[in-house]
Protein backbone atom coordinates (compact mmCIF):
# COMPACT_ATOMS: atom_id res chain seq x y z
CA UNK A 1 0.00 0.00 0.00
CA UNK A 2 1.62 3.14 -0.77
CA UNK A 3 1.72 6.57 1.31
CA UNK A 4 -1.03 8.35 -0.84
CA UNK A 5 -3.20 5.69 -0.12
CA UNK A 6 -2.62 5.08 3.79
CA UNK A 7 -3.03 8.78 3.64
CA UNK A 8 -6.43 8.37 2.26
CA UNK A 9 -7.67 5.89 4.66
CA UNK A 10 -5.83 8.11 7.88
CA UNK A 11 -5.76 11.44 8.34
CA UNK A 12 -3.42 11.33 11.20
CA UNK A 13 0.01 11.42 8.74
CA UNK A 14 1.70 10.86 11.84
CA UNK A 15 0.88 7.03 12.28
CA UNK A 16 2.11 6.82 8.21
CA UNK A 17 4.91 5.02 7.83
CA UNK A 18 6.36 5.47 3.86
CA UNK A 19 7.73 1.89 2.43
CA UNK A 20 11.32 1.61 1.34
CA UNK A 21 9.10 1.31 -2.45
CA UNK A 22 7.39 4.84 -1.91
CA UNK A 23 8.80 7.06 -5.04
CA UNK A 24 7.40 10.47 -2.56
CA UNK A 25 7.66 9.98 0.71
CA UNK A 26 4.78 11.74 1.56
CA UNK A 27 1.88 12.84 -0.52
CA UNK A 28 -0.86 15.29 0.08
CA UNK A 29 -4.33 13.54 -0.40
CA UNK A 30 -6.13 14.49 2.96
CA UNK A 31 -9.09 16.11 2.45
CA UNK A 32 -9.07 19.75 4.24
CA UNK A 33 -11.88 22.44 4.24
CA UNK A 34 -11.52 24.85 1.50
CA UNK A 35 -10.79 27.42 4.58
CA UNK A 36 -7.85 25.08 5.57
CA UNK A 37 -5.45 26.90 2.62
CA UNK A 38 -6.15 30.86 3.91
CA UNK A 39 -3.01 30.77 5.78
CA UNK A 40 -0.93 30.50 2.26
CA UNK A 41 -2.98 33.03 0.94
CA UNK A 42 -2.29 35.40 3.73
CA UNK A 43 1.45 34.59 4.05
CA UNK A 44 1.53 35.17 0.36
CA UNK A 45 -0.30 38.62 0.60
CA UNK A 46 1.82 39.54 3.19
CA UNK A 47 5.07 38.42 1.21
CA UNK A 48 3.65 40.62 -1.49
CA UNK A 49 3.79 43.60 1.00
CA UNK A 50 6.95 43.25 2.25
CA UNK A 51 8.30 43.26 -1.45
CA UNK A 52 6.40 46.41 -2.07
CA UNK A 53 7.33 48.07 0.65
CA UNK A 54 11.05 47.13 0.36
CA UNK A 55 11.14 48.28 -2.99
CA UNK A 56 12.12 44.87 -4.22
CA UNK A 57 9.69 44.63 -7.26
CA UNK A 58 10.51 48.39 -8.27
CA UNK A 59 11.54 48.70 -11.49
CA UNK A 60 14.25 51.63 -10.66
CA UNK A 61 15.29 49.78 -7.64
CA UNK A 62 16.57 46.47 -10.15
CA UNK A 63 17.80 48.75 -12.87
CA UNK A 64 20.16 50.48 -9.81
CA UNK A 65 21.14 47.30 -8.88
CA UNK A 66 22.50 46.37 -12.31
CA UNK A 67 24.03 49.41 -13.01
CA UNK A 68 25.94 49.29 -9.41
CA UNK A 69 24.32 52.12 -8.74
CA UNK A 70 22.50 51.29 -4.96
CA UNK A 71 23.70 48.68 -2.54
CA UNK A 72 19.76 48.00 -1.59
CA UNK A 73 18.67 44.86 -3.27
CA UNK A 74 22.38 43.43 -3.40
CA UNK A 75 22.08 44.04 0.63
CA UNK A 76 18.90 42.08 0.33
CA UNK A 77 20.04 39.71 -1.99
CA UNK A 78 23.19 39.00 0.77
CA UNK A 79 20.85 38.80 3.69
CA UNK A 80 18.49 36.06 1.91
CA UNK A 81 21.54 34.23 0.89
CA UNK A 82 23.04 34.31 4.52
CA UNK A 83 19.88 33.23 6.09
CA UNK A 84 19.38 30.24 3.63
CA UNK A 85 22.97 29.16 4.12
CA UNK A 86 22.51 29.58 8.28
CA UNK A 87 19.09 28.18 7.88
CA UNK A 88 20.66 25.06 5.99
CA UNK A 89 23.77 24.93 8.44
CA UNK A 90 21.25 24.39 12.14
CA UNK A 91 18.78 21.70 9.89
CA UNK A 92 22.21 19.91 9.30
CA UNK A 93 23.74 20.56 12.83
CA UNK A 94 20.84 19.06 14.58
CA UNK A 95 19.24 16.71 11.99
CA UNK A 96 16.19 18.70 12.02
CA UNK A 97 13.13 16.53 10.21
CA UNK A 98 10.00 17.61 8.05
CA UNK A 99 6.53 18.20 9.69
CA UNK A 100 6.10 14.57 8.78
CA UNK A 101 9.07 13.56 10.69
CA UNK A 102 11.15 12.58 8.11
CA UNK A 103 14.90 13.75 7.36
CA UNK A 104 15.84 16.43 5.64
CA UNK A 105 18.44 15.59 2.78
CA UNK A 106 19.91 17.49 0.40
CA UNK A 107 21.08 16.34 -3.08
CA UNK A 108 24.05 17.12 -4.36
CA UNK A 109 23.73 18.08 -8.13
CA UNK A 110 26.16 17.59 -10.64
CA UNK A 111 27.24 21.40 -12.26
CA UNK A 112 27.04 21.50 -16.16
CA UNK A 113 27.23 24.21 -18.54
CA UNK A 114 23.21 24.75 -18.98
CA UNK A 115 23.58 26.52 -15.52
CA UNK A 116 25.88 29.12 -17.19
CA UNK A 117 22.96 29.30 -20.12
CA UNK A 118 20.42 29.49 -17.78
CA UNK A 119 22.13 32.03 -15.64
CA UNK A 120 22.64 34.48 -18.42
CA UNK A 121 19.24 33.97 -19.79
CA UNK A 122 17.77 34.68 -16.21
CA UNK A 123 20.00 37.83 -15.95
CA UNK A 124 19.11 39.18 -19.20
CA UNK A 125 15.09 38.40 -18.94
CA UNK A 126 15.60 40.49 -15.25
CA UNK A 127 17.49 43.29 -16.37
CA UNK A 128 15.04 43.94 -19.56
CA UNK A 129 11.70 43.71 -17.83
CA UNK A 130 13.07 44.87 -14.38
CA UNK A 131 11.17 41.45 -12.78
CA UNK A 132 12.17 38.16 -11.74
CA UNK A 133 9.42 35.74 -11.52
CA UNK A 134 9.19 35.45 -8.02
CA UNK A 135 7.10 39.18 -7.46
CA UNK A 136 5.26 38.79 -10.82
CA UNK A 137 2.62 38.98 -9.37
CA UNK A 138 2.89 41.61 -6.74
CA UNK A 139 4.10 43.84 -9.09
CA UNK A 140 0.45 43.60 -10.98
CA UNK A 141 -1.47 43.75 -7.57
CA UNK A 142 0.29 47.20 -7.38
CA UNK A 143 -1.65 48.19 -10.82
CA UNK A 144 1.79 47.20 -13.09
CA UNK A 145 -0.48 45.46 -15.29
CA UNK A 146 2.35 45.41 -17.96
CA UNK A 147 3.74 42.95 -15.88
CA UNK A 148 0.74 40.44 -17.29
CA UNK A 149 3.09 40.58 -20.47
CA UNK A 150 6.47 39.44 -18.82
CA UNK A 151 4.06 36.91 -16.52
CA UNK A 152 2.79 35.23 -19.62
CA UNK A 153 6.97 35.23 -21.70
CA UNK A 154 7.63 33.52 -18.16
CA UNK A 155 4.73 30.86 -18.47
CA UNK A 156 6.05 30.28 -22.19
CA UNK A 157 9.35 29.91 -21.11
CA UNK A 158 8.66 27.52 -18.75
CA UNK A 159 6.30 25.27 -21.01
CA UNK A 160 9.29 25.63 -24.13
CA UNK A 161 12.30 24.80 -21.77
CA UNK A 162 9.34 21.63 -20.73
CA UNK A 163 9.29 20.61 -24.40
CA UNK A 164 12.49 20.64 -25.13
CA UNK A 165 14.17 18.98 -21.75
CA UNK A 166 14.77 15.88 -23.03
CA UNK A 167 16.30 17.08 -26.16
CA UNK A 168 19.17 19.06 -23.70
CA UNK A 169 22.19 17.86 -23.00
CA UNK A 170 22.08 17.38 -19.16
Not at 96 to 122: A, D, M, Q, W
Request: proline share 5%.
Amino acid sequence: MSVAEKLAQNTDTNSVQPSSTDNCVMIPVVKSPWWYHLKYVLAGMLLGIVLVKGEMISWFRIQEMFRFQSFHMYGILATAVGTGAFSIFLIKKFNLKTIGGEPVRFPTKKFNKGHIYGGILFGLGWGMTGACPGPLFAQIGTGLTVIVVTLLSALTGTWFYGYVKEKLPH
